[in-house]
């Protein structure tokens, strides 16, 4: 029940509620993102390892916390709609604005292009792989012809690929040397504003995702869908930010290693872990596939602008822009019934 039930379920409180939330979430993860930040700097950690681990992990802290909840409240097809949604959201409308905003564009590098980039082309892929495993070794055909059961065995496949990628990530500490003097600050403090962000977070997610199902419910609109839009948007929200105001700065390595660590993030990590807690869930890959064939084109789109000139132009961002407004008009096809690709469990 949202709010415990103390207040009239009704789709005006719903949609009052969504807001509200998104604006804890959004405060939650400036605390969050703020001293992980702070933190990283103090422990010394390369810039491109800030970008890509500790500031995407932060936040893409309200993802995690959208799987987990809806891996408790039963309703598991949300949250991962929420992170496919959030990642093809953070692969085009993020530098989109990042771009647009910026006054000489986003740089980029040879690192993100060739190890971010690419590595998170795999993360999307080790994803499929699990997916298909699941529909042919373990399938379920009273829930369709495509469905299969992720168990706890397959969700280690993408767990593996991230330590792999942490251990990648690993490297570049060894070989890293900070010349750089580090500011004084109060560790205990930053930690304290750490745990206050992830509990935050925690506490609007769960409220959000209650009033997403209800509205849901009342208006009619499946509950994969609803978190491909609704949640996703709502969750990207800290990314947008603080690859944006990263973007302003100059910062394009930050900027855009935030997009690709966090996509890597919760392909590899938010989706099983949600499976861990599950125990055996169900995936659609008529679903599915649709979804990640998206993801890979946006992946691709990105990877290609990004390496003309290694910049991001005001151009290049304006046209990931309208590729996410064709998706979202395909998504509202798809919730009227005019298309039919995608068939939800």
Not at 77 to 98: D, E, K, T, Y
Not at 144 to 152: N, P, Q, S, Y
Not at 230 to 239: F, G, N, V, W, Y
Request: proline share 4%.
């Amino acid at each position: 029940m949202v709010l415990a039930g103390v207040v009239p379920q009704t789709p005006s409180v719903f949609i009052l509620v969504i807001l509200g939330a998104t604006g804890l979430v959004w405060v939650g993860t400036g605390w969050l993102e703020g001293a992980a930040e702070r933190l990283s700097t103090h422990y010394g950690l390369p810039p491109v390892v800030q970008g890509s681990v500790v500031v995407a992990i932060g936040s893409s802290f309200p993802e995690f916390a959208s799987v987990v909840v809806t891996a408790s409240n039963g309703v598991f097809s949300m949250g991962i709609g929420a992170i496919v949604g959030s990642a093809i959201f953070n692969i085009l409308v993020i530098p989109a604005l990042s771009g647009m905003l910026a006054q000489q564009g986003v740089e980029s590098n040879r690192d993100i292009v060739y190890k971010e980039a690419q590595f998170y082309m795999i993360a999307v892929s080790a994803l499929v792989i699990t997916f298909a495993l699941a529909v042919i070794y373990i399938p379920a055909p009273d829930r369709g012809a495509f469905v299969g059961m992720i168990t706890r065995p397959l969700a280690a496949i993408p767990l593996f690929v991230y330590v792999l990628y942490l251990f990648i990530q690993w490297q570049e500490v060894s070989d890293y040397t900070d010349n750089t003097a580090t500011e004084s600050i109060a560790v205990g403090q930053q930690w304290g504003r750490l745990i206050a962000g992830l509990v935050a977070i925690l506490i609007a997610v769960e409220q959000m995702v209650g009033a997403v199902e209800g509205l849901g419910s009342i208006i009619g609109i499946p509950e994969f869908l609803a978190g491909v839009t609704i949640i996703a948007a709502a969750t990207s929200l800290p990314d947008t930010l603080v690859s944006v105001r990263a973007a302003r700065s100059g910062d394009g390595t930050t900027s855009l290693g935030n997009v690709l660590g966090s996509n890597t993030f919760d392909l590899l990590v938010v989706i099983p872990i949600g499976v861990l807690i599950v125990g055996t869930v169900p995936v659609n890959f008529a679903t599915a596939v649709p979804m990640f064939g998206i993801l890979t084109l946006a992946t691709v789109l990105l990877f290609t602008v990004l390496r003309t000139d290694l910049t991001l132009t005001q151009r290049e961002a304006y046209i990931l822009g309208v590729a996410y407004a064709v998706f979202i008009i395909w998504i509202i096809a798809e919730s009227a019934g005019v298309t039919g690709i995608l068939r939800t469990v």
